[in-house]
Structure formats: C-alpha cells, structure tokens
C-alpha cells in the first residue's frame, strides 16, 4: 500500500505536479483498507465460538474451529456418551442370603457411591442396613479404566476385605463363565476377597439425541463409528451397527491417532484418545480427567449440537477464506483506481467505510438462521423392565 502511494506520488508529480500527486497519492492511502484482511478471520472466529456457546458447545480456542471443519471421521464412546449417564439396575443375583445379602449389598453401595462412573450410580441406591456405629470404612477405591474399580473396605470389627466390581475376567470369574444381559443390558461382577460372590444386570438406554446426530453426522459425509469396552453385541442390540468392543483405553487411543477424527467420550477411559484426536468433545456430565483433556466440551448432552457444530464450523471457515478474497480484490482494485487518478479522495474514504462494514457484518453473520430441529419427545416405555433373572450357576440366590 505504501509503496503504491509513494508510487502514484512520484508519477503524478511527474505529470501534472505536486498537487494531483498528493491529491491521488492521498486516494491510494484512503481506499485502501488493510485492517479489514486482519479483522475478517478473528471476527469471524468470535462469531463462531458465541454461536457454538449458544448451543452449549464450548470451544477453548479459536484453532478448535478450524479443526472441527476438517474433520472426516467421528468416533464415540458409547457409555454415558451415546446412552444416557444414568443407568437402571435390573436385577442383581449373590451367593450370600438374608442377612449376609443385605450386608454385601451395603457394601457394594458404599464402595460405588465414591465411583463417578455412570454403571456406579445405580449400586450407589442399594439399601445399607448397617446398625448404627457399624458402617464399614472404604479406605481406598482405584479405577482401573477398562475393567472396574477395586476398593478397601475396614469394618468396624477392624475387618478389611477387597472388593472387585467390574469386568467378570478382571474380577476374577471362572474360565468359560460368562453370562449375557438382555438387550442393551450390562453385566457387572462383584468379587470380594477373590471370590465371585455377586453379579448384576444394569440396563441402559441411547439419548433421545442420538439416532438424529448420528443421522445428521452421515448427511455430511462423515464415516461415524463407536468405540466401546463393552462386547460388540451390546452395542448392536441397541441399534449401533458400526461398532468396536472391548477396546481399552490405550486403544481408543490408537484408533483416533493419525487421522482428522472427531472424538467423544466423557469417561477416564476415554481421556487419552480426547487428548489426542483431532478434535476432542468431552461431555460436561463426565469426569474431570475427560474435560480437561478435550478442547471442546459439550454442556447439556444434546449429542445433535455436534453435527451442526461441524457444519457451522465448515462456514466460519468457508467464510473466512470468502471474505479474505473479498478484501484482497477490493484492495486491489480500489488501489489500482486510485493509482490511476479515478478515485476521489472522498469517494475513496466512503469506500474504505462500507468495505470495513460490510465485511464484519458478514462475518458476523455467520451461522445465524440455523437454529437446532425441535428437542424429540421422550421416548414411552424406556425405562428399565424387571425381570426373572438367568440361572447364573450353583451358589447364587434369586435377587
């Protein structure tokens, strides 16, 4: 720009004198309008961003953006992301009776009411029939991502005892001792001391959200696959055909590496492959660990935000490059007229004006007029359903 009006300066002073060199030296000056090249990206960006925040997507920087409009694949997990964060326990089947049942189930309650993980919630709700005084300590609980939680339980007798409730493999169940929930059911095991002594059915169910953000993520041309530590067939049963079972967290982690993935998951399992995926959406209902590994966190749970974040993103980024060309041709041309002693000094400075003005408007316009569809009805007759339980093998009374 400077070089031109220096330019312009030198050659109309040459040919019709000083005057009309400064005259149109001041046109070049004036028309052009640089600050607007530097505006359009972060204007745009900060549109982006309020529009996500609106939807209850948060985005902790500006590149996030630029990240999610590349994206080619979407993975999710499926507990507490895909289902709901709240599980319903169907039924729960122990070797010990009367008096002893109703203390394990009470420390089974104590033990999961300290787990942030979704399957804990319900256990965290069984009766402890405890006499006053006599409540057992946890004394420690670790997760292990992938297979459970193991804590230490003291009594007040000054008993301790190890309790396992996870996997069946991890927890330590029999070779070939398996057993199958019904549909879009978990099976947990209860191990104490090394000794299966309890195993639970807790059913879940997909957010109302999902099936329309899985749909919405396929209209865009992205391949949606779900990575589960639960068998295959879990996820199946509840209408998730692409999906990977018994994956680890090390795993996830490989799955999403090397490729413009988007992630979501909410668990400490999930943490690793957050971190490192193109774009990590960590749910704000998950852990800690989770949100602070993701640069996007989705509040709410409305999984149909993401899809549509995808796409808004795609435009702020479509819009960016459209109003960077838009500038640099104005620029350009204006400055060329100028030069050429066309443009008035005036004429010059309104342009300059409505050239800033309609640039940051469009880019502030940016995802408006394209509000999320109508949140669904609550599905009828989704909750969890009673029922007879399985024989699960010598030892085990009815729950």
């Known amino acids: ?182 549909k879009g059911e978990k099976v947990v095991h209860v191990a104490v001391n090394g000794e299966v002594v309890a195993v639970a059915f807790v059913a879940e169910r997909l957010r109302d959200s999902a099936p329309q953000a899985l749909a919405h993520f396929a209209q865009l041309g992205l391949a949606v696959e779900v990575l589960t530590g639960d068998a295959t067939g879990r996820a199946e049963a509840l209408g998730l055909t692409s999906a990977r079972g018994g994956m680890l967290p090390d795993d996830k982690r490989a799955a999403v590496e090397g490729g413009k993935v988007l992630f979501v998951g909410d668990g400490i399992n999930d943490a690793s492959a957050l971190a490192v995926a193109h774009v990590g959406v960590a749910l704000a209902s998950g852990t800690d660990i989770a949100v602070s590994a993701a640069p996007v966190t989705l509040y709410g749970g409305d999984l149909r935000a993401l899809p549509w974040a995808v796409e808004l993103s795609r435009d702020a980024v479509r819009a960016v490059r459209r109003n960077l060309a838009r500038a640099v041709v104005y620029n350009l041309v204006g400055m060329t007229l100028a030069a050429c002693g066309i443009l008035h000094p005036v004429v010059a400075a309104l342009l300059m004006v409505v050239s800033s003005l309609t640039l940051i408007f469009s880019s502030t316009c940016v995802g408006r007029g394209e509000p999320l569809p109508p949140t669904p009805s609550p599905k009828k007759g989704g909750g969890a359903r009673f029922r007879s339980p399985p024989f699960l093998g010598e030892g085990f009374g009815r729950g």
């Open 1 to 182: 720009m400077v070089v031109t009006a220096l330019g312009t300066f030198a050659y109309w002073t040459a040919v019709a004198g000083w005057e009309a060199g400064l005259f149109n030296a001041m046109s070049v000056l004036l028309v052009a309008c640089p600050c607007v090249i530097g505006l359009v990206t972060p204007v745009v960006i900060w549109s982006a961003i309020s529009r996500l925040a609106e939807r209850g997507v948060i985005v902790r920087s500006g590149d996030a953006v630029e990240r999610l409009a590349t994206v080619d694949r979407v993975m999710l997990d499926k507990t507490g992301t895909l289902t709901e964060d709240r599980f319903a326990l169907v039924d729960i089947e122990t070797t010990a009776t009367d008096d002893k049942r109703a203390e394990l189930l009470g420390w089974l309650s104590l033990v999961q009411s300290q787990s942030s993980h979704p399957v804990a919630k319900p256990f965290a709700e069984l009766p402890r029939a405890f006499s006053p005084g006599e409540e057992p300590r946890v004394l420690s609980i670790v997760a292990v991502p992938g297979c459970g939680v193991v804590a230490e339980l003291l009594e007040a007798n000054g008993t301790r005892h190890e309790m396992k409730i996870g996997v069946g493999e991890w927890v330590g169940a029999p070779a070939g001792y398996t057993l199958n929930g019904g």
